[in-house]
């Protein structure tokens, strides 16, 4: 997307965000290589793509595959310490890795390796596509000729992304592409992070349009519409409501909100200006899963998580756990992934909303498993199994998944 300027030179400001938002959707995705076969001492906050100790070279080959393959192996300079390893630009890219109860190379903190490396993979295509454009954000300013000075912009500016820092050896290789780099990565501090006080402030309501999950954020209280996975809206209500998922919305609400899925697709409106009440919306993804002919866990796939439930053995739960999730179809289990990275996120805030990863399986077990069995006495003693299977996806989803 070219900068257009006037004859007389003055800057045109551009719809910054539509033009960062079709460079995220252009951005590389993850893709996870894993290790086929079991290795020792595997930290336990680590997923199939631990790798172990492997060196460079045998990481590199593994990544060939494609852009966005990512691994991670343990150092073999310094044991004990582990390298996210990742083909970026046709070329491996490796970032000391470390984690403190969230997963981290630089200041932005994780809850799993797969949103790290999206993230990573999302600022460096754009670092790489839209330096000047972004130098032109740095230098001419343009929220106040967009159409956003409506709002709260103070928080917006407080923003940051963080900067992945290579390990050593990969800085010295670098040589001037590392020096590139730093640089691009300063002017996307400088775009974020400069302020114009010119510009009034203005009150609005904190709203974090929920179908935004995924993908680009923009929070209108925060004034902000940031590329990669920026935790943006965490001040909204939402998350912190009290009983979320637990409590029901209006049932003839939820209704609509099927119907307007059912109508018009992803285009359905389901933004806080239709439904201010957010059970409303989780009621209405419970009804979805709920209604499925063939429930998310699937009929053949359920002995084996029952099983699971099962086992006294952590180690071993987790294995038949694991052992049950290649038993999905592909789309099942992708979509059972992203619900339990959500479900995740919504118990990071269990002392505002008061659902733990236990509560969270009592309404989701039967919700997405159901037994094959007719036996209806059967099927009523499979209900304590059915909570603790959400519930050990839950705390385990970096793990599994």
Same mark, same amino acid.
């Given at each position: 997307?070219?900068? /257009?300027?006037?004859? @007389?030179? *003055?800057?045109?400001?551009?719809?910054?965000?539509?033009y960062l938002y079709q460079l995220q959707q252009e951005a590389p995705h993850p893709r996870r290589i894993t290790c086929t076969c079991e290795v020792e001492n595997r930290p336990k906050y680590y997923g199939r793509e631990f790798h172990g100790m492997i060196s460079r070279e045998a990481a590199d080959q593994l990544l060939s595959v494609a852009e966005g393959s990512y691994l991670i192996r343990e150092s073999q300079r310094q044991p004990g310490t582990y390298t996210l390893a990742l083909r970026f630009g046709s070329q491996t890219r490796n970032f000391r890795l470390y984690y403190?109860?969230?997963?981290?190379?630089?200041?932005?903190?994780?809850?799993?390796?797969? %949103?790290?490396?999206?993230?990573?993979?999302?600022?460096?295509?754009? *670092?790489?596509?839209?330096?000047?454009?972004?130098?032109?954000?740095?230098?001419?300013p343009i929220?106040?000729?967009?159409?956003?000075? /409506?709002?709260?912009?103070?928080?917006?500016?407080?923003?940051?992304?963080?900067? &992945?820092?290579?390990t050593h050896d990969e800085r010295e290789a670098a040589g001037q592409d590392g020096v590139s780099e730093k640089r691009l990565t300063s002017l996307v501090r400088r775009a974020t992070l400069k302020e114009n006080e010119q510009i009034p402030k203005y009150e609005k309501v904190h709203n974090f349009k929920v179908h935004t999950f995924r993908g680009p954020h923009w929070c209108e209280y925060c004034a902000n519409f940031m590329w990669g996975l920026i935790a943006q809206g965490?001040?909204?209500?939402? &998350?912190?409501?009290?009983?979320?998922?637990?409590?029901s919305g209006f049932s003839d609400l939820i209704e609509d909100v099927k119907m307007a899925f059912d109508r018009d697709g992803e285009k359905a409106d389901i933004s806080v200006n239709m439904y201010?009440?957010?059970? !409303?919306?989780?009621?209405?993804?419970?009804?979805?899963?709920?209604?499925?002919?063939?429930?998310? !866990? @699937?009929?053949?796939?359920?002995?084996?998580?029952?099983?699971?439930?099962?086992?006294? %053995?952590?180690?071993?739960?987790? *294995?038949?756990?694991?052992?049950?999730?290649?038993? &999905?179809?592909?789309?099942?289990? *992708? /979509?059972?992934?992203?619900?339990?990275?959500?479900?995740?996120?919504?118990?990071?805030?269990e002392k505002e909303n008061l659902m733990s990863a236990?509560?969270?399986?009592?309404?989701?077990?039967? @919700? &997405?498993?159901?037994?094959?069995?007719? %036996?209806?006495?059967?099927?009523?003693? %499979?209900?304590?199994?059915?909570?603790?299977?959400v519930e050990l996806l839950i705390k385990n989803e970096d793990i599994l998944f």
């Open positions: 997307m070219a900068l /257009t300027l006037f004859d @007389t030179d *003055e800057y045109r400001p551009p719809v910054w965000k539509s403190d109860g969230k997963h981290f190379v630089g200041e932005k903190r994780f809850e799993s390796i797969h %949103d790290l490396v999206t993230d990573g993979l999302i600022t460096l295509y754009i *670092e790489t596509k839209a330096a000047e454009y972004i130098a032109k954000m740095t230098i001419n929220y106040e000729h967009i159409g956003y000075t /409506t709002l709260n912009r103070e928080p917006a500016y407080k923003k940051h992304m963080a900067v &992945l820092k290579e965490v001040k909204c209500a939402g &998350l912190n409501s009290e009983g979320l998922y637990r409590v201010e009440d957010i059970n !409303i919306i989780t009621g209405a993804l419970k009804l979805y899963f709920r209604d499925l002919p063939i429930p998310l !866990i @699937t009929y053949d796939a359920y002995p084996k998580f029952i099983e699971s439930a099962k086992i006294m %053995d952590p180690d071993e739960q987790l *294995e038949t756990l694991h052992e049950a999730l290649k038993l &999905l179809p592909p789309a099942h289990c *992708e /979509t059972l992934r992203y619900l339990m990275a959500h479900l995740k996120r919504v118990t990071l805030h236990e509560n969270l399986g009592i309404v989701f077990g039967p @919700t &997405l498993m159901r037994s094959p069995e007719l %036996d209806a006495m059967a099927a009523l003693n %499979d209900i304590r199994y059915q909570r603790l299977v």
